[in-house]
């Protein structure tokens, strides 16, 4: 089964760090972009930051630049979102997502993790 | 980075036809076949519904179908069915901004 499971979030202070991991499987994790996309409920998703397959280049929004890291570990078929001096405006739902074979779009998605900034 | 202009709420009655408008500039959805559109119920995550501008991707009624023109996307859901209610948003490739969504529509049956 194509699976993302992500894990990580809770209740940061403002100016606190979080580490969000996403676990990847049932599909070629080390040949995929993938993302980070974060939703405020009731709103729409918002696209965080992409790494693409061998972790070499990574891009991100301008609201998070110099502030978050995204990483990868292909041997773990795990992602990774290292996010630093946090404010409250960071507060979402944080999905990993991700292509599938031959679909160049947001096709996997995982359950998502909750992260409030307060 | 400027999300994608879609209507906030369409309804429509069971077996009737309803389009949802998702617009965007020449930067993105004019520029790059790359437009998706993703279906929401509350509490769950999105899950994709058109790829590629009009693709479905395998398990998806083809009582779902997408178009473009210029940096207008469309999706449009025929015989509407209460499991249809839901919100919807599009998405497209921008390029340097990488990716952008649409605030949102709420698709109620009525």
């Known amino acids: 089964e194509v699976q993302l499971v992500e894990s990580g979030g809770g209740l940061v202070q403002p100016g606190g760090s979080l580490r969000l991991s996403c676990a990847a499987s049932?599909?070629?994790?080390?040949?995929?972009?993938m993302h980070w996309v974060r939703q405020v409920p009731g709103r729409g998703p918002v696209w965080v930051s992409q790494i693409n397959p061998d972790g070499t280049r990574a891009k991100y929004a301008d609201s998070v630049q110099g502030r978050f890291i995204i990483s990868r570990d292909n041997a773990e078929n795990t992602l990774s979102l290292q996010m630093n001096s946090l404010r409250a405006e960071d507060t979402a739902v944080y999905y990993c997502?991700?292509?599938?074979?031959?679909?160049?779009?947001?096709?996997?998605w995982g359950q998502g993790t909750m992260v409030i900034v307060s | 980075q400027s999300a994608l202009t879609q209507p906030a709420s369409v309804s429509g009655s069971p077996g009737q036809s309803i389009t949802i408008s998702c617009t965007g500039t020449?930067?993105?959805?004019?520029?790059?076949?790359?437009v998706s559109w993703h279906q929401q119920h509350p509490g769950k995550a999105p899950k994709l519904m058109i790829y590629e501008d009009y693709k479905r991707p395998s398990g998806v009624s083809n009582r779902f179908s997408g178009s473009k023109s210029g940096n207008t996307a469309s999706l449009t859901i025929s015989g509407l069915q209460a499991e249809d209610e839901a919100d919807y948003y599009c998405a497209s490739f921008a390029g340097s901004r990488s990716w952008i969504f649409g605030g949102g529509t709420r698709v109620t049956v009525l």
């Open positions: 997502a991700g292509p599938s074979t031959g679909i160049n779009a947001f096709h996997i």
């Open positions: 020449s930067s993105d959805i004019a520029n790059y076949n790359l």
């Open positions: 049932g599909f070629t994790f080390s040949s995929s972009y």
